[in-house]
């Protein structure tokens, strides 16, 4: 044990805060490293400040044997850290769909000031092409320990709900680095989690920053390519759900990410694909992915499309009519809210004139905030009272468990739309429902 590496996390959110709580619980020292003083005295207090399964028992887990703590101080972190993960957000840019780099510029800057001694800075954080040996230029310029600290990249894809599992045991390890002593450290710092047999990928900075957007832009892609089909369903009469079926049983094109619906959204897939298209245009290469503009274009019209299901089954109008919407998170088992489409639907629908009720299970808080113009019930059935339609718009288990007739019977109409193919289309149907769901007859 005493030859690990000690650690530091900087940025504490979904993926800093899980990186740093598996780490604690998997043997070695950390400090994890906020600058939000409120979130800091949370995590040391014990509480996750976002849901997320497994974790909070996973924090008390940690604390309790003395590796863990957070801080707001950098000169602390400096002090303490061998190796140093940053973890911190890259949102989209509010008028571009450029990557916002200010959040990592701001953490690689304020803690190189602190690197005295040889350590290993290692980004996770999902980042333009190119930023890591811009990066790796800036620590060496601003370390008191200049070229004794070097920087490596090490992308994370770990998936919000299942982020415990995803850091404990990965399906693969990238490590883009420019020395064999980076790679050594690296092997060091993760050697719990290649130990159960995780294959690792060694390569350039490039790579590494590469294979995340790859990654992301490729899941996206396959959504993407079965909502397009849904498209061509709702004009043919076609159903997309036994299409997808049909498609997934060739293990070449595999189920998954194959589930049709309303599309893509939360803090990673839709901001990665434009940060993509947008860095791949500046280096000359745009119309290599240009596709993925399409991608975003297909995304979107599952929302707008979702909005019209809606209309449809109210006659023609929704002014005035009451929307039952179950599902804010951009998926279940998340309260995570960023670009989620259940709200972006939620909200056009109250912009039309609807009066729009929403429940989720986890991402009330978030919604409330984020969103003050729609209604909001205390539980599904709640808010399905007096509905003239119902929208399911994140498939959370509970909603896929509820009874059609113990629904039906608060409700003003019987009708709903699946926004998610959550529901077994012919039980609703069954007990009276006017059941639509996108590309599907
Ligand atoms: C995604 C990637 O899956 C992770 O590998 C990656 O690490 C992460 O982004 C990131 O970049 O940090 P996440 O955003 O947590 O993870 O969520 P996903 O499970 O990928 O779902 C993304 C969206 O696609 C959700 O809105 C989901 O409802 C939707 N989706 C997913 C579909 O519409 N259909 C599917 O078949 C699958």
């Known amino acids: 044990m005493n030859n690990r590496p000690r650690l530091t996390v900087i940025g504490t959110g979904y993926l800093g805060a899980t990186h740093a709580i598996c780490m604690a619980v998997m043997g070695f020292e950390v400090v994890g490293v906020d600058v939000d003083p409120g979130k800091v005295a949370k995590l040391n207090s014990g509480e996750v400040p976002f849901f997320e399964p497994g974790l909070p028992e996973l924090l ?4 309790e044997t003395g590796r863990l703590r957070f801080t707001a101080d950098f000169a602390d972190a400096g002090a303490f850290g061998d190796v ?4 911190v957000g890259t949102p989209q840019q509010r008028d571009s769909p450029a ?7 701001a953490a690689v800057t304020s803690l190189a000031r602190h690197l005295t001694r040889r350590a290993l800075v290692v980004g996770k954080s999902t980042v333009p092409v190119g930023t890591a040996a811009r990066l790796a230029e800036l620590i060496r310029s601003i370390a008191p320990a200049g070229d004794q600290v070097e920087l490596a990249w090490n992308p994370e894809f770990l998936r919000e709900g299942f982020a415990v599992d995803d850091t404990m045991k990965p399906d693969r390890m990238v490590f883009g680095v420019t020395s064999a002593w980076a790679e050594e450290q690296l092997r060091s710092a993760f050697q719990p989690v290649l130990a159960q047999g995780v294959p690792v990928k060694v390569t350039d900075l490039q790579t590494a920053e590469l294979v995340k957007v790859a990654a992301n832009s490729f899941l996206a892609t396959k959504i993407s390519y079965i909502n397009a089909m849904a498209e061509i369903c709702e004009v043919t009469g076609a159903d997309v759900h036994d299409l997808a079926e049909a498609l997934a049983y060739d293990e070449r094109i595999g189920g998954k990410f194959l ?3 309303l599309g893509f959204g939360g803090g990673c897939l839709p901001k990665d694909i434009r940060a993509f298209t947008h860095r791949a245009e500046e280096l000359g290469v745009g119309q290599a992915v240009g596709f993925l503009r399409e991608i975003d274009g297909i995304n979107r019209r599952r929302r707008a499309r979702t909005v019209d299901l809606v209309v449809e089954l109210c006659g ?3 002014a005035g009519k009451k929307v039952a919407a179950l599902g804010a998170a951009f998926k279940p088992n998340s309260d995570d809210i960023r670009d ?4 972006d639907v939620a909200a056009t629908l109250a912009g039309m004139g609807a009066q729009v009720v929403v429940y989720d299970p986890a991402a009330m808080d978030n919604a409330k905030k ?3 113009q729609l209604g909001y019930g205390e539980s599904a059935l709640a808010t399905a009272q007096d509905a003239d339609v119902v929208v399911l718009l994140t498939e959370w288990t509970e909603f896929r468990e509820i009874d059609p007739d113990t629904m039906g019977a608060v409700t003003a109409q019987r009708r709903i739309v699946d926004g998610r193919h959550a529901l077994d289309a012919a039980r609703w149907r069954g007990a009276g429902w006017e059941y639509r769901a996108l590309g599907r007859p």
């Open 60 to 63: 008390t887990k940690a604390l």
């Open 84 to 87: 140093h993960f940053i973890c």
């Open 99 to 105: 990557a916002d780099l200010t959040y990592v510029d």
């Open 259 to 261: 589930r049709p619906g």
């Open 316 to 318: 023609g109008d929704v």
């Open 340 to 343: 989620a489409p259940a709200l």
């Open 370 to 372: 984020q969103y003050p």
